[in-house]
């Protein structure tokens, strides 16, 4: 594994600063993990030993953020992007799993190095001294090992947000969980109860986005359960159909792994099945089934979703995805225009990454689903791309025309203009205004709606 670390200038330029002042100062974290494994950073942290008054004084003529003065971070804007640059600090006393009772200033990178949470995070650079890695961080890297700083019960226990992380990057990163750091996940987990709803969001919200989430997620799925107890419930569930190989939990895992690695798609396939333990019922043949539970799922994912803080488009985008994922949509421009009409085209195309994560974690018929879904995909892309009128405000008239023919307004005129844009979306007439105001005096007068 190379060594070499490419500072981009901004970055360099801030560390030779605070070196200049006298202080030293180090790239640290993830980026410098992310550069070890030849991928890009997506940002850069620095650490260094000047306390946040003389990093300020030393970024006089730059725009300075404290972003908590007590905890050391300054954020020193750039002209390429915002660098956050931390104190060297240690931390002790986490009487509540979640933050420090002191933090302490200190002079040595490594007395730093030793209060971050796993060895891959925990390895500083910068261009004078090279790497500062004083726990074994580049070989575990290189042996893609997940490992604890220190003693992974206290360290867990100290914080327990670090449980979350520790999952987020086994999912995201090609890291194995070492032992003792995987022991120690399963012994602390109750302790998540410490930590505030939206940060367990936002590390679930990653970790559902990694390319390892299936055997994370099944080897912690009691860690799985402390954030959202809901989700036990569908563990072992035997779906007792020849439909599904696989059990309510695992099938929902299968499926996230088959999904685009898209926050709301993966959130809508966790949740999808989370109503079926409740809707279970055998016929007379043995055969398990689960009516209606899609309906039921959708209000417990809103509550789910609701209490991890989620924002309330993304609580009412998933919820509309658990309950629609039932749905059927023949590949027809009708029912296509239809499905438009009532999801738009975004949401719509959820629905169908959804449907295939849904299907190919399925045993029997997958292939045979997947054709019909990629159908619907299909005449989605064409009347897309035709820009054809699927919903009331695409009809090329409105309210207004009606009442202009002697309508009075109310719920009637509803009425009428859903009856036209039907004919147009079965293709029965064309959306033009001249040919729809035709047909609407046409429709008046056979007196159709009185
Ligand atoms: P990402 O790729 O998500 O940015 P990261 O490792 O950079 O990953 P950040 O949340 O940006 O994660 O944190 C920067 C660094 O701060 C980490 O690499 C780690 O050294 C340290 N750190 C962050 N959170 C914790 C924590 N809860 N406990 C201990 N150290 C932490
Ligand atoms: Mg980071």
């Known amino acids: 594994m190379s060594t070499r670390i490419f500072l981009p200038s901004d970055v360099a330029a801030l560390i030779a600063r605070l070196q200049k002042h006298g202080f030293a100062a180090y790239a640290v974290g993830g980026c410098v993990r992310d550069s070890l494994r030849g991928v890009v950073p997506h940002d850069w942290d620095v650490t260094t030993a000047a306390t946040p008054e003389q990093i300020t004084a030393v970024f006089a003529d730059h725009r300075t953020i404290t972003v908590g003065a007590q905890h050391g971070t300054v954020a020193v804007v750039t002209d390429e992007r915002t660098v956050e640059i931390t104190t060297f600090r240690t931390e002790s006393g986490y009487t509540d799993s979640r933050h420090p009772d002191t933090v302490t200033f200190v ?15 925990a390895m500083a650079y910068n261009e004078q001294d090279g790497l500062a890695d004083p726990f074994g961080g580049q070989e575990d890297l290189a042996n893609g090992i997940l490992r604890c700083v220190g003693d992974a019960v206290t360290r867990f226990s100290e914080d327990a947000l670090r449980i979350l992380r520790g999952l987020r990057f086994a999912a995201t990163l090609p890291l194995r969980i070492a032992p003792e750091t995987a022991h120690a996940l399963h012994e602390t987990r109750d302790r998540l109860h410490n930590i505030a709803a939206e940060r367990i969001a936002v590390e679930l919200t990653k970790l559902l986005c990694g390319q390892n989430v299936l055997p994370v997620l099944q080897e912690y799925r009691d860690v799985l359960a402390v954030v959202i107890p809901e989700i036990a419930a569908t563990f072992d569930f035997d779906q007792r159909n020849p439909h599904h190989c696989y059990d309510v939990y695992m099938h929902t895992l299968h499926a996230i792994d088959a999904a685009p690695s898209d926050p709301i798609v993966r959130w809508a396939v966790l949740l999808h099945d ?55 949509i023949p590949p027809t421009e009708p029912a296509v225009k239809r499905a438009l009409g009532r999801f738009g085209e975004s949401l719509l195309r959820d629905l169908i990454a959804v449907k295939h994560a849904d299907n190919d974690a399925h045993a029997l018929y997958a292939t045979e689903r997947r054709a019909q879904w990629q159908a619907v995909e299909t005449v989605l892309n064409r009347v897309s791309e035709k820009e054809a009128c699927f ?14 023919l002697g309508v009075s307004a109310g719920p009637i005129v509803g009425k009428i203009l859903k009856h036209l844009l039907n004919e147009v979306i079965d293709g029965q007439i064309e959306n033009d205004r001249h040919a729809l105001l035709t047909r609407l005096h046409a429709l008046l007068n056979e007196g159709v709606f009185f």
């Open 391 to 404: 919903s009331l405000k695409d009809l090329a008239v409105k309210g207004s025309d009606i009442t202009a």
């Open 107 to 121: 002079a040595d990178i490594n007395a730093d190095l030793a209060r971050r949470d796993f060895t891959v995070n």
């Open 274 to 328: 989370i109503g079926k333990p409740h809707t279970f019922t055998v016929d007379e043949d043995g055969i398990g089934h689960f009516k209606g539970h899609a309906a039921v799922g959708a209000p417990m994912a809103e509550e789910i979703l609701t209490r991890l803080r989620m924002s309330r488009d993304t609580v009412q985008t998933v919820t509309t995805l658990v309950k629609a994922h039932d749905r059927q």
